[in-house]
């Protein structure tokens, strides 16, 4: 940064690039707590697939990771769209190549593809439909029982459908480096340290956390359940960025980060969506980079089964 900008005029100088270029910021629940704020719209994917899809912004500054900005870029074609660092990736993207999984989908003629909105384009590109964790059951359970599918790229995800569907659905080997973390022990004992505090935990932690969950969904549906309900302490198994607006809904409850296996942690942070700071967000507007950028072809393939998800979604009402 040329400017030595910080704190409020920092915040004063991102609302004033973002009137002068006509731009949207939309971020994950993932994010810093002073990125969200600084958000026009703070949602999950689904969410912000959502509203990419309509905004009338001229460019679209996707704080979270890179498969995000490739979803709002496929959507919004003839929109810039921006993210504030290029590096912020996604473990669970990463574990899905998409060489590897389109040979494993020809190994396997007359499935269904059903992938997770955390690929990149170009395994969206070898899909029938993206779902997300807010609609996976719902997409799941429109496609006939006997429906052959193949759910890529997470494996707890897909086990946690498989579950509570009764599909057996076959399942591409990949997770979330966040989610597999959570450590079963330490939850429990958590637990007898806040005996009134109920379980929330999102369907890509392991099959033994969301057995003693008290309730299992997206960060957008553990978010409302938890401003919903009237108990008064939540352990969240998250990314704990989730916790800034559980918090800002819900100033007078309790809310205890899950901790993972790693014993100097507290908490669970996705290391790819905390690359994204203030300072790059400023920088990301002023300069508009880094764009993100789909080829065209991948595009043309991967926006039918985004486009599909949407459509099943408002038509399921999510």
Not at 236 to 253: D, F, R, Y
């Amino acid at each position: 940064m040329s400017e030595n900008l910080s704190g409020i005029h920092l915040k004063d100088a991102i609302v004033s690039l973002k009137k002068e270029k006509n731009a949207v910021i939309l971020a994950h629940y993932y994010q810093t707590g002073e990125i969200q704020d600084m958000a026009d719209y703070v949602g999950d994917s689904l969410a912000l697939a959502q509203w990419a899809s309509k905004t009338a912004a001229d460019v679209i500054v996707l704080c979270g990771v890179h498969f995000m900005g490739e979803t709002a870029k496929i959507l919004s074609p003839d929109k810039k769209v921006l993210v504030p660092d290029l590096n912020a990736g996604c473990s669970l993207a990463d574990s899905c190549p998409a060489e590897e999984f389109e040979k494993f989908v020809k190994e396997h003629p007359g499935y269904t593809v059903i992938s997770y909105v955390n690929t990149t384009a170009a395994v969206k590109a070898l899909t029938d439909v993206v779902v997300t964790s807010t609609n996976a059951k719902q997409i799941v359970d429109s496609f006939p029982k006997d429906t052959p599918i193949i759910f890529g790229p997470d494996r707890n995800l897909g086990n946690y459908i498989n579950s509570i569907t009764g599909r057996n659905m076959l399942l591409w080997d990949g997770a979330c480096h966040v989610h597999e973390q959570f450590s079963l022990e330490k939850i429990i004992a958590l637990k007898a340290t806040y005996p009134q505090a109920l379980i929330l935990a999102h369907p890509e932690c392991k099959a033994p956390v969301l057995k003693i969950a008290d309730y299992v969904g997206s960060t957008a549906a553990l978010l409302k359940y938890a401003t919903a309900s009237p108990v008064q302490e939540f352990i969240v198994a998250t990314e704990s960025g989730i916790l800034h607006e559980m918090q800002k809904k819900n100033p007078a409850k309790t809310f205890i980060p899950a901790p993972p296996n790693d014993s100097t942690c507290a908490c669970n942070e996705c290391n790819f969506m905390r690359l994204n700071t203030m300072e790059k967000l400023y920088n990301c507007l002023k300069y508009e980079i880094p764009e993100i950028f789909v080829d065209k072809k991948v595009a043309e393939k991967a926006v039918k089964p985004i486009r599909k998800m949407l459509e099943l979604s408002e038509k399921l009402g999510l």
